[in-house]
């Protein structure tokens, strides 16, 4: 509220604007209303941003944006310094009255330069914008989705920022099926990597759903359409469906040929550890925690110590006072499977020891009563392996159960039920 009331003393004294603080705390959803905002409202903050009303805000998407005050809504690139909050004010109340064209526009326009500017920074304000809208309405998804998928970068701002483990079961994966997937262009030089990354989201879908018919039915369909020695980061510049696509390759094998000898997933990884040393390590960090995931899911946990040297590489260099500097997600799912193997390989207590100090007790682990993230989740189950007190691990474990279970991740709420079953013998 003191932000908003900031920027109406800004509005009335710097540009002859009077708008109320109440006023911008409804509009900017600080302050729950039914009520729209007035077309006075509307057409001032158009006016601030460049425009001469509402009107020319909402049908010159295809016009230069005049220069304003502000320049809100076309920036520079060499002046871009992040999305601010008058501009998310805008583009909030622009998806709140279903007016998705200008939204479209701007995200055209400025995608690139706010996907390096997330990279920098890691604002995601934009993002959880977007997703906010998507996810509580249809004509949001059906008006937003075809433009998103059919836009590199577009793609590249959404799905690659919001669509990974998190909420995939809840409806990230029902929205890839009915409106990313149907919105591909064929023509499109791009197309093979993203039909191949829907496919391999939609296969997730039903991983942590536990729903193995139609995870196999739709990796069926997947690996009938590409051969896996074709997928490669020399043949797909983009590392998110190369990975993805060999993880659900593994996770297939083991579920449609139970009987697969070891010899198949040695050879698999030796091809994936190839894949990896070719592209740089940056990629390597969200590349790996996928592959090490589906080999824990094949059975196949001694595996995931090949990554141990990669994993000590990306400590090195991207951990610092209890938290990690870079990608957070991956590398939490990449401490969690490598922990996972060393219990179920029975060597953790040998191994804690020597790991400890950088992947055990120095790990952040804040208990926070709303914090229903995945990587909580992974924290919260590696922490329980580390506390000596049983009362306060199951505590950690139940937590973790809570987090699975809001997200109806029905694969992660079975490992944390086998570890709280297992604090109580």
């Known amino acids: 509220?003191?932000?908003?009331?900031?920027?109406?003393?800004?509005?009335?004294?710097?540009?002859?604007?009077?708008?109320?603080?109440?006023?911008?705390?409804?509009?900017?959803?600080?302050?729950?209303?039914?009520?729209?905002?007035?077309?006075?409202?509307?057409?001032?903050?158009?006016?601030?941003?460049?425009?001469?009303?509402?009107?020319?805000?909402?049908?010159?998407?295809?016009?230069?944006?005049?220069?304003?005050?502000?320049?809100?809504?076309?920036?520079?690139?060499?002046?871009?310094?992040?999305?601010?909050?008058?501009?998310?004010?805008?583009?909030?109340?622009?998806?709140?009255?279903?007016?998705?064209?200008?939204?479209?526009?701007?995200?055209?326009?400025?995608?690139?330069?706010?996907?390096?500017?997330?990279?920098?920074?890691?604002?995601?304000?934009?993002?959880?914008?977007?997703?906010?809208?998507?996810?509580?309405?249809?004509?949001?998804?059906?008006?937003?989705?075809?433009?998103?998928?059919?836009?590199?970068?577009?793609?590249?701002?959404?799905?690659?920022?919001?669509?990974?483990?998190?909420?995939?079961?809840?409806?990230?994966?029902?929205?890839?099926?009915?409106?990313?997937?149907?919105?591909?262009?064929?023509?499109?030089?791009?197309?093979?990597?993203?039909?191949?990354?829907?496919?391999?989201?939609?296969?997730?879908?039903?991983?942590?759903?536990?729903?193995?018919?139609?995870?196999?039915?739709?990796?069926?369909?997947?690996?009938?359409?590409?051969?896996?020695?074709?997928?490669?980061n020399e043949s797909i510049p983009n590392y998110y469906p190369v990975a993805r696509f060999h993880a659900c390759q593994i996770m297939y094998k083991f579920f449609s040929s139970p009987c697969t000898p070891n010899s198949w997933y040695e050879k698999k990884l030796q091809f994936i550890l190839k894949e990896v040393d070719s592209i740089p390590e940056a990629r390597q960090v969200i590349f790996i925690p996928q592959i090490a995931e589906a080999l824990y899911v094949a059975g196949q946990k001694e595996l995931i110590f090949a990554f141990t040297p990669y994993f000590d590489k990306f400590i090195r260099n991207y951990f610092a006072d209890g938290t990690f500097t870079f990608e957070s997600d991956s590398l939490h799912k990449l401490l969690f499977y490598l922990h996972l193997a060393l219990d179920e390989s029975g060597t953790f207590e040998k191994n804690s020891v020597q790991f400890k100090n950088f992947i055990g007790k120095e790990i952040e682990c804040p208990i926070m009563p709303d914090g229903f993230h995945l990587a909580d989740y992974m924290t919260l189950v590696v922490h329980s392996m580390y506390e000596y007190k049983p009362e306060a691990s199951r505590d950690f474990l139940e937590h973790a159960r809570k987090i699975a279970v809001k997200l109806k991740n029905k694969h992660f709420e079975k490992i944390a039920q086998r570890f709280i079953a297992r604090s109580g013998e």
Request: hydrophobic share 40%; aromatic share 12%.
């Open 1 to 232: 509220m003191a932000e908003c009331k900031e920027f109406a003393d800004y509005l009335v004294t710097e540009c002859g604007i009077k708008i109320s603080d109440f006023t911008l705390a409804r509009l900017m959803g600080v302050v729950v209303s039914k009520s729209s905002p007035s077309k006075y409202t509307l057409d001032s903050l158009s006016e601030y941003c460049g425009y001469t009303d509402w009107h020319s805000f909402v049908n010159s998407s295809h016009e230069k944006i005049i220069e304003g005050r502000n320049n809100i809504l076309s920036p520079s690139d060499n002046s871009f310094s992040g999305v601010s909050s008058s501009e998310l004010m805008l583009l909030q109340s622009c998806l709140k009255n279903k007016a998705y064209v200008p939204v479209i526009e701007y995200l055209y326009k400025m995608a690139p330069v706010i996907i390096e500017n997330i990279a920098k920074t890691g604002d995601f304000a934009l993002v959880r914008l977007l997703a906010g809208a998507i996810g509580k309405s249809e004509d949001a998804r059906n008006a937003l989705i075809p433009a998103i998928a059919r836009e590199n970068y577009l793609r590249n701002l959404y799905f690659n920022n919001m669509v990974d483990i998190e909420g995939i079961v809840v409806y990230y994966g029902d929205m890839v099926e009915k409106y990313y997937l149907k919105n591909i262009r064929p023509t499109s030089d791009s197309f093979m990597e993203n039909d191949i990354w829907a496919w391999c989201m939609i296969m997730y879908k039903h991983l942590y759903a536990q729903n193995l018919k139609e995870f196999l039915k739709t990796g069926y369909m997947l690996f009938k359409r590409y051969n896996a020695d074709e997928i490669t």
